[in-house]
C-alpha cells in the first residue's frame, strides 16, 4: 500500500528557531501534498494543499510566512515553522494523494516550542 | 465551520459489542471517508464512500451514506480491544479536488 513518510517524528526547540518537517511519499508520486495541524483531543485542521512546482494555497488564518511551505519534487514536501513560538507546539500531520480521492497520511511531526 | 460533525463524542463498550458512530454534514460531497487515528499516530484510511453509494463493507466495517439526511453512519462489527481509537469522517467536498474536512472526531474505548 502507499507509505507516506515524515521526519522528524518529534522534535523540541528553542522559541525563536526555524523548524523543517519533510513528507514524503515513498512508493508513489504525490501530485498533492496537504499539511494538517492537530492540538490534543482536537480535530485536524487544514493549513494548506501543496501542489508540486508551485505554491501553496494557504488556508484562511494561517500566516503563509510563518508555514513555509515547499513542494520540490513529486515525492517530497516540506513544512517550515519560521520562528517558532511555543504557541506552534502541535502536532503536524501531512499526505499525499496520487491524484484520486484518497489521501494518505504520514505518521505525524510532534512539535514542541519551549 | 466543521462539515463533518460526529456523534457521539465518546463511546465506550465491551469486547463483542457493536459500535456504532454517526457523522453529519452540511454541504454537497464527492465522497465521504473515514479514518482512524491511534493515541498520537497518524491516521490511518478506513473506507471512502461516494456520494452515489449507500452502503459499503470491509471486513468488519459497514458504513451507511444518505445524501437527503447528509448522514454516514460507521459500523465497527463484534469489537476488539485493539479497536481503541479515535474515528474521524471527513468529507470532499463537490469540486474540492481531494480536499478533506474533517470532523471532530469520536473517541472510542473498547474494555476487554
Known amino acids: 500500500g502507499a507509505v507516506v513518510s515524515q521526519h522528524p517524528s518529534r522534535v523540541i526547540c528553542k522559541s525563536g528557531t526555524s523548524v523543517k518537517i519533510e513528507c514524503r511519499s515513498l512508493?508513489?508520486?504525490?501530485?498533492?501534498m496537504f499539511w494538517y495541524r492537530q492540538f490534543p483531543k482536537k480535530s485536524l485542521m487544514l493549513m494548506a494543499t501543496?501542489?508540486?512546482?508551485?505554491?501553496?494555497?494557504?488556508e484562511q488564518g494561517v500566516e503563509k510566512d510563518k508555514f513555509l511551505i515547499n513542494h520540490a519534487s513529486l515525492t517530497l514536501s516540506t513544512l517550515t515553522v519560521t520562528s517558532a513560538h511555543p504557541e506552534d507546539s502541535s502536532f503536524y500531520i501531512c499526505?499525499?494523494?496520487?491524484?484520486?480521492?484518497?489521501?494518505?497520511f504520514g505518521p505525524g511531526t510532534r512539535l514542541t516550542v519551549l | 465551520s466543521q462539515q463533518g460533525e460526529e456523534d457521539p463524542q465518546a463511546l465506550s463498550i465491551q469486547e463483542g459489542e457493536n459500535a456504532t458512530m454517526n457523522c453529519s454534514y452540511k454541504?454537497?460531497?464527492?465522497?465521504l471517508q473515514w479514518y482512524r487515528q491511534n493515541s498520537g499516530r497518524g491516521l490511518v484510511h478506513l473506507i471512502l464512500?461516494?456520494?452515489?453509494?449507500r452502503e459499503k463493507h470491509s471486513g468488519r466495517l459497514r458504513v451507511t451514506l444518505d445524501t437527503s439526511k447528509k448522514s454516514s453512519s460507521l459500523l465497527i462489527t463484534a469489537s476488539r480491544a485493539a479497536d481503541t481509537a479515535s474515528y474521524f469522517c471527513?468529507?470532499?467536498?463537490?469540486?474540492?479536488?481531494?480536499?478533506?474536512?474533517f470532523g471532530k472526531g469520536i473517541t472510542l474505548s473498547v474494555r476487554p
Open positions: 499526505s499525499a494523494t496520487p491524484g484520486y480521492n484518497e489521501q494518505f
Open positions: 464512500i461516494r456520494s452515489n453509494e
Open positions: 512508493d508513489f508520486q504525490a501530485t498533492t
Open positions: 471527513a468529507t470532499v467536498l463537490t469540486g474540492a479536488n481531494s480536499k478533506l474536512t
Open positions: 454541504t454537497s460531497i464527492n465522497n
Open positions: 501543496s501542489n508540486e512546482g508551485s505554491k501553496a494555497t494557504y
